[in-house]
């Protein structure tokens, strides 16, 4: 196996980065790697010619040429070369924005026809030789990896399927606000962390703060066109304690739900 690697030392100033390179090189006839703890970076593996084949709990995903496969850190993992010429491109990073900006489970897409990532990772390699640009780096990788985000939401099958659970829950809550989240999670065959973060990571809100939400503006309307008691409107919305509703109304709507209720009728 003829390897080309870059792996220096990542400096303490790297670290304080939002986005720092880890590692980056290319690997002709790639071999068998075998990692049952997986990496504490994430790494991105292009393949330039040939096939390969990686398994993550189970499931195999070839890698062709053109595709990019996107692995987190900590996913234990495998691959080898489905043919002799297996030609690959790779770059591992991490970083203290890392998490809440490029939170995917593992995928694999065709990005041939979508971004030129040779060249990406070009440009990624020579900035890493001179560590007078960790920042102009830190800034390229965050453009790329937005750019790859924004491919990976509207082109990958993983991200669409959580578009389609998150669109479907979304209507839910609208429907049946009382849901709860074992509920929910149950229903889409997931668990409830995993529900959770996939949640927030479409709609930035975690799913009981979405709901209270829901539940809020309901309380918003029956404030204005009915005159329920607004110990009642607490019970009919789903919430037992009238003062918890009050405390939860004022934080996000600003005012008590009386206040609320003498300002929209006077407008």
Wanted: overall charge neutral.
């Amino acid at each position: 196996m003829k390897v080309s690697l870059f792996l220096p030392v990542v400096t303490l100033r790297e670290k304080t980065m939002p986005f720092y390179l880890s590692s980056i090189g290319e690997a002709r006839f790639q071999t068998i790697v075998h990692r049952p703890l997986g990496i504490e970076d994430h790494q991105f593996l292009y393949t330039v010619r040939g096939a390969g084949e990686c398994f993550i709990n189970g499931e195999s995903f070839e890698l062709k040429k053109g595709s990019l496969f996107f692995l987190p850190s900590s996913y234990p993992h495998e691959y080898h070369a489905l043919t002799d010429d297996w030609e690959t491109k790779y770059f591992t990073f991490n970083g203290s924005g890392v998490k809440d900006f490029f939170d995917f489970e593992p995928w694999i897409a065709n990005m041939a026809e979508k971004l030129d990532f040779p060249e990406y990772h070009r440009r990624l390699y020579e900035m890493k030789q001179d560590i007078a640009l960790d920042t102009k780096l830190s800034v390229y990788l965050y453009s790329m990896l937005l750019e790859l985000r924004d491919c990976l939401e509207f082109s990958s099958a993983p991200s669409r399927k959580q578009r389609d659970i998150i669109t479907a829950v979304l209507h839910g809550f609208s429907e049946q606000p009382e849901s709860t989240l074992s509920d929910i999670a149950g229903r889409f065959g997931i668990s409830e962390e995993h529900f959770c973060r996939v949640f927030k990571k479409h709609t930035g809100y975690r799913p009981f703060e979405y709901m209270n939400l829901i539940k809020l503006q309901k309380a918003k309307e029956l404030l204005s066109n009915t005159n329920m008691d607004i110990k009642d409107i607490a019970a009919h919305i789903g919430f037992e304690s009238h003062s918890y509703f009050s405390l939860l109304f004022k934080k996000y709507v600003g005012e008590s739900p009386s206040q609320y209720r003498r300002g929209t009728k006077h407008s």
